[in-house]
């Protein structure tokens, strides 16, 4: 159960379902591009290249992780026509240090890797699925449809406003799965 305030001070109870899209995110560094993490990524198509701007890392994700692929976006008014979504398991991250971009190898199948330049200035958002990480005070973003009065919830964004670090979190996410 989810209970929220809006901006005009009604209270609001919301079931958390598997049913529903249910995500925490919350700011993060280079330090998530770890191998074995799951990533979606908005990129535009160049040259036969991926140029990756925005990436949504899930540390959390559970089950078999599908091989990478590149699937092209929706056409939009004022997106660029090659603007793909790309999304898989990190294989591998490479720090060109010379370079304009930094290299993120995703798996597509044990011996077959797609690349995607990763943006100078470019976000990274990690996203977790567990209700217990949210916390009083966060922004809250609920979409949904309207039932008479009532709004269905088919999603519900809840964005801590703290910044993650890779290799803190990661090294004690290991050490909790030790225990």
Known sequence: ML?????AGTEHSFDIS???AFQIQSDG????????????IDTTQSNKAYFGTAFLVYPDQTGRIPPARAVKAPPMPGQSTQRYFVSGE????EKVEDGKYDLLHLKVTPKS?????IEPNHTLKVVQKDPQQAAV????TVEGRLAGTRLIPAKITIETGVE?????FLAAR??????
């Open 3 to 7: 209970k929220l305030k809006d901006d």
């Open 18 to 20: 598997p049913r529903m």
């Open 29 to 40: 560094d280079d330090g998530f591009f770890a191998p074995g993490l799951f990533v979606e």
């Open 90 to 93: 990190i294989a591998r991250f």
């Open 113 to 117: 890797e797609l690349t995607v330049y």
């Open 137 to 140: 005070g966060q922004t809250v």
């Open 164 to 168: 993650l670090k890779g290799e803190e």
């Open 174 to 179: 290991k050490d909790a799965e030790k225990k």
